[in-house]
């Protein structure tokens, strides 16, 4: 009997048992697609969970009762636009590669709770890899508050704030010395440079540090309200990763921060003129117009902001903000950052 790992996906699952009975993947996947009545031309295994528990010996309900307890925290109309684990909008996290040690050598994908290192074996698994990080015991703990603090603002691997702290580090590195405990790292690991494929690899404790920075109520609506002037802000943006990775501030750092805070403000000012529907000129939530507006202009520092520590700027009317139901469709996405 094949077990299931925590969250693992109906397609890794089933690929996995087709191997522990002496079938190809691909035998197992046409039989599922009969039995469920998938569409022969792109049968969706996730589709077919009744028939994936039947085949595997598990209990009925199973993917759904893991798929829940993996759920994103979502900010949705049921809880006030709040990060929340709602049951009507969840959905769990893109899947990624399991820990080769939790499924035995085996590949398999997963959706779970948390990032890239498997804490209990001390490896790296984002995109196939499997490093061993035995040596750095700060991965264990960046995990934990990926999976924890992080986790319940509704941040996973590709909601756009662990990049945005990718890139912040990735630039600051252009022009200043690497901190001992990164370049240690990349020695012992292989790395030759911090660019954009390597530096989650290299700093990922750094970028979790300066995400939960980042995202912090307070600092979040210090750093886009209209009420402060874009030079202290970006100061202040500055002075969180030259803490964070114990250094001086660069001029490539000060240009990518300078647009990362000038979009943010902009759309915030966005978020204050936006209207309940195309119909009306009266103003929508300001909790849904900042959801609304970090789509539309790309900035994921808006989901994190307090609208009682911003300051609110009269009424315009702009945009009209989106139907509940399209903003519910829409998954977080990476900010886009250019320098």
Not at 46 to 56: D, H, M, Q, S, V
Request: charged share 20%.
């Amino acid at each position: 009997m094949v077990q299931p790992l925590p969250a693992e996906t109906i397609t890794g699952f089933l690929g996995r048992l087709a191997t522990a009975n002496a079938l190809t993947p691909r035998e197992l996947r046409l039989h599922v697609t009969d039995l469920a009545g998938l569409s022969p031309s792109h049968p969706n295994l996730e589709r077919a969970a009744k028939w994936a528990e039947r085949l595997g010996g598990l209990k009925p309900g199973h993917f759904e009762n893991d798929a829940r307890k993996n759920a994103m925290y979502v900010r949705c109309q049921h809880y006030a636009w709040q990060p929340t684990l709602c049951k009507r909008c969840g959905y769990a996290q893109a899947a990624r590669n399991a820990c080769r040690r939790c499924a035995r050598g085996e590949q398999t994908l997963v959706q779970s709770r948390g990032g890239a290192v498997c804490n209990r074996h001390r490896r790296w698994h984002l995109d196939g890899a499997d490093v061993d990080l035995a040596g750095f015991p700060e991965f264990a703990h960046a995990e934990r508050c990926l999976s924890g603090t992080l986790w319940k603002r509704g941040i996973g691997l590709t909601t756009g704030e662990l990049q945005l702290a990718a890139s912040l580090v990735r630039y600051w590195s252009i022009e200043e010395r690497l901190d001992g405990r990164i370049a240690d790292r990349m020695a012992t690991i292989g790395i030759n440079s911090l660019d954009a494929d390597s530096v989650f690899l290299a700093a990922y404790p750094e970028i979790v540090r300066l995400t939960t920075i980042l995202t912090d109520l307070s600092f979040a609506s210090y750093l886009l309200s209209p009420r402060f002037s874009l030079a202290e802000q970006v100061w202040a943006l500055e002075a969180a990763v030259v803490t964070v990775m114990s250094g001086c501030t660069t001029s490539r750092l000060h240009q990518i921060a300078e647009q990362i805070v000038a979009r943010g403000k902009m759309a915030v000012e966005t978020a204050f003129g936006m209207r309940q529907n195309a119909s009306n000129n009266r103003p929508a939530t300001l909790e849904k117009s900042l959801v609304a507006s970090s789509q539309r202009h790309r900035s994921c520092l808006l989901r994190h902001l307090s609208t009682v520590r911003i300051q609110i700027l009269p009424y315009e009317p702009g945009f009209a903000v989106p139907s509940n139901r399209v903003l519910g469709r829409r998954k977080p996405l990476p900010d886009l950052v250019d320098a």
